[in-house]
């Protein structure tokens, strides 16, 4: 039960795509600036930091290099039961969830980077972090300081992010020391991000989505706005139009990804913002947390999700656990179309029915090549690989389609 966030705008990194240029994944770089007509691989490899840090670069650079790691984590195998994404990172989640393509997310990201930068030079906004001080007492402030004054982020139970014109978050902190917030911060950012002050460009980002042809997700999407589930592909057009002017409730959307009982929440894409709030929320202290930056990061989720290496023989546990892990995870396909029937000597600790991934093998299956591992009517599958049988990914009993994925195994064999 495995959660994918997504950070946003000021995670990004000098040179975050370097890791990643030898990867498979990368090709999504190659694929964006045809797109968008413009060298992003610039972005991610070569440009400083005044270049990186503002806002339409910013955007654009941390949402590609989210869905490289996406990527490559799909490759692997692994799938989420919900996605979210803090701010900039919600259209990220949107791809994931597959409510938008790819191409219309690039494009969206783009004008919405452009039209916040506009409205920056517009308005004379910041914001600032406050630790250590309740919600109640941050709206407070925000109220005593001005009209324009807000709270922007509800990020953890000690972190809010207020935002509005520079003169009202200067009397806000004033405020709030008074109230005992143990500590304030001014951020370096372009401008007043999540205020009132954005109303500019969330006309111009409208213009955007009306040209978007939104989809029902294939998994549930926990936004920004209201910290709740969405599936339907009409919600999403008003979501993020309204996105840019309203709260960011993050440690509400924490709350509402224990509350759907997830087991691990990955945070995938540059820095470790997310998964540093996650961590210091009680109410998620049983939910393991990892976040994914680089393809040496990918090891994380394997171990996360395949407790039985560590009690494999330690010739078969130096083949499988390394730096390349992540490249041995193989799917086994349908060889026909027909009933699914699994060996009947395997035993599966079958958590949920209704989600195939879920069926893994209770006990350790080492398997050779040609291993008969089970059948689609009366054509048998056999093992292409040398590998540790992990688990299913089909429901036995039920029909399936020639090329349908069955088993997933982590090779002991170089290809």
Known sequence: MIAFVFPGQGSQKIGMGASWVSHPAFEL?????????????????????????STDNAQLATFLQSLIVLDAVERMGFEPVVVAGHSLGEYTALVAGGAISFEDGLKLVKARGNAMKKATDI????????????????????????????????????????????????????????????????????????????????????????????RDS??????????????????????????????????????????????????????????GLSKREPYLKNVQCISIETPEDLDKLLRLTDPDIANLDDEIKQDIVGESLYTKLRVILSPASGTFIP????????????????????????????????????????????????????????????????FWLVTTEQD
């Not at 770089?29 to 840090?53: C, F, G, P, R, W």
């Not at 000690?158 to 806000?172: F, L, M, R, W």
């Not at 370096?188 to 009306?210: D, K, T, Y």
């Not at 209770?362 to 090549?369: C, P, Q």
């Open 123 to 214: 308005a004379d906004g910041s914001m600032a972090a406050i630790l250590g001080t309740e919600l109640k007492l941050a709206e407070i402030a925000c109220s005593l300081a001005g009209i324009d004054c807000v709270v922007a982020n509800d990020n953890s139970s000690n972190q809010i992010v207020i935002s509005g014109p520079s003169e009202e978050i200067d009397k806000a902190l004033i405020y709030l020391k008074q109230f005992g917030a143990k500590k304030t911060v001014k951020l370096q950012v372009g401008g007043a991000f999540h205020s009132r002050l954005m109303a500019p460009a969330r006309s111009e980002l409208i213009n955007s989505l009306l040209s978007v042809n939104f």
């Open 343 to 406: 060996n009947s000597s395997f035993e599966f600790a079958n958590k949920n029915p209704e989600i195939p991934f879920e069926k893994i093998l209770k006990n350790i299956v080492i398997l050779e090549t040609g291993d008969l591992i089970g059948n689609v009517d009366s054509v048998p599958i056999l093992s292409p690989f040398k590998g540790i049988l992990k688990g299913l990914l089909a429901i036995p009993s039920r029909r399936v389609e020639k090329s349908e994925p069955l």
């Open 29 to 53: 770089v190659n694929e964006a600036s045809h797109i968008l007509n413009e060298d992003v691989e610039y972005l991610l490899l070569k440009a400083d930091i005044d270049h990186l840090t």
């Open 218 to 275: 294939s998994v549930p999407i926990i936004t920004n706005i209201d910290a709740l589930p969405h599936i339907n592909g009409e919600d999403f057009f008003l979501l993020e139009a309204a996105q840019l002017t309203s709260r960011v409730r993050w440690r509400e959307t924490m709350q509402q990804l224990s509350e759907m009982s997830v087991s691990a929440i990955v945070e995938l894409g540059p820095g470790s913002v997310l998964t």
